[in-house]
């Protein structure tokens, strides 16, 4: 048990298929990130909210949109993926102070056909 | 923007041998976190160094920070095929609560 619950664990959709990614944390975090992680690149930050405020957009396509409705929970909203979109999608929660640590989810492994 | 470089990319090793990953930043760090992400997991928190040239051990596991806070290393000696999967190196700077992550090392150990 991480404390960061992710769902589903895993997806498959189609390139015309509209899918939400749901990431809820059980931490009391005011913090909340969305990671991209594929096979040949690092960890790649896309979206940080705090205190549900987005505070950082590192520059994503808009076909990724993020939606933190409160404190514990963060969804990604997908449509009209491409295949190269295909990876392991990692929510993680923090305290925004700068001495604290990330802690992750499961992450979703998404395939896009 | 920051940057925080990590070699090696790979590292194959006979278990009982000893492994160094080295991580490396444009900038001046206020802390450095370490992270161990097992094959299929997620990354896990290892550490946190925050001060000028501090070191911290844990079992065979050593944390290094820099004098200068732009460099750190993590070392494990006698390599064990539990300690298989990537390390991830974390920087901050700035007073940021974002981190910047490494590519990481992925530590594969023969038996």
């Known amino acids: 048990e991480t404390g960061v619950t992710q769902t589903p664990r895993h997806l498959v959709m189609g390139m015309t298929n509209k899918k939400s990614l749901k990431c809820e944390q059980h931490?009391?975090?005011?913090?909340m990130y969305w990671y991209k992680q594929s096979a040949k690149k690092p960890l790649e930050l896309m979206f940080v909210?705090?205190?549900?405020?987005?505070?950082e957009n590192n520059s994503v396509p808009s076909r990724f949109s993020p939606e933190c409705p409160n404190s514990s929970h963060l969804f990604l909203h997908l449509h009209t993926l491409q295949p190269e979109d295909s990876a392991l999608y990692l929510c993680?929660?923090?305290?925004?102070?700068?001495?604290?640590?990330?802690?992750f989810g499961n992450g979703t492994r998404l395939t896009v056909t | 923007g920051q940057q925080v470089m990590q070699i090696p990319q790979y590292q194959h090793v006979q278990e009982g041998e000893d492994f160094t990953t080295y991580c490396n930043s444009s900038?001046?760090?206020?802390?450095i976190q370490w992270y161990k992400q097992r094959p299929g997991g997620h990354p896990v928190f290892l550490i946190q160094?925050?001060?000028?040239?501090e070191v911290k051990k844990q079992k065979r596991l050593t944390f290094q920070f820099g004098e200068a806070k732009k460099n750190s290393s993590l070392h494990i000696t006698a390599t064990q095929t539990t300690d298989v999967g990537t390390y991830f190196c974390?920087?901050?700077?700035?007073?940021?609560?974002?981190?910047?992550f490494g590519r990481g090392t992925s530590l594969i150990v023969h038996p």
């Open positions: 993680a929660s923090s305290q925004d102070r700068a001495l604290s640590a990330l802690h």
């Open positions: 931490l009391g975090h005011n913090a």
């Open positions: 909210y705090s205190l549900e405020e987005r505070v």
């Open positions: 900038t001046t760090l206020s802390n």
């Open positions: 160094l925050v001060k000028s040239g």
């Open positions: 974390a920087g901050r700077s700035g007073g940021s609560y974002i981190p910047t």
